[in-house]
């Protein structure tokens, strides 16, 4: 959490051995598990200021698997694929891409941009009105449109789960903060709300972050997700 000092951290990784390229976990969890008790303990008092993003396609892709392994009952989605692969190779595939696209939306729309788009939705959507008082009662409801998974297609066009795991990783430091800002606005907001209710999260989404220049793709797609949030 900003408010809290990083000391514990970096005094971790002046500690950790030196290396060439990427800090790996485990060097750190070594330096933790050598330090004196009274070290360690100021360490562990300061995790519970720490927020985790963790952005695992795994479980997602668990509740697909459940749900094909649901269609013959005693067949597991692993074996219900490799028949379908043997009977008719071109449904598998279709079966396949709409996996790879099903994970993908499941992980988009837990991730905290989308999490925050739908709580300013649900603070400022008026209710609807009764059928009977509409202009049009023929008037179908607006659909919500589906997420766009463009920036996340590899060269064959299908979606690369992967790649949505990374930039929606990248998008937590941007769009965390911005999170807290709309719990504390929805907490004040008495009435209907207005854009003045809005203006910590207006603001948060505005300071700049520094990101390495590893990915240019996420970080373009986490800029883009804050430009379409402002």
Partial sequence: MRSQSLDWYYDLLQRAPSKLGELKS???????????????????RTLKFVRVNITDPRPYRA??????????PGVSAEEF???????????????????????????????????????HRALTRFVDPPYWARPDVTQQHSVEPSLDLTAFADKNAMVNVNR???FVAKSGSVFYPALDEMDVASQKIEGLATAWDFWGVHRVLNESHAFDDGNRQAIDWVDDQRSELL
């Fill in 63 to 72: 509740s697909w698997d459940a749900i094909i392994g649901s269609i013959i």
């Fill in 81 to 119: 694929m490799r028949r379908l692969e043997n009977a008719k190779r071109d449904a598998a595939e279709r079966i396949r891409r709409k996996s790879r696209r099903a994970t993908a939306e499941w992980l988009l729309l837990d991730s905290p941009s989308e999490r925050l788009r739908r709580r």
């Fill in 26 to 44: 485990s060097d750190v969890t070594n330096t933790f598990l050598s330090l004196p008790r009274s070290a360690g303990l100021k360490v562990l």
């Fill in 164 to 166: 949505v795991s990374v």
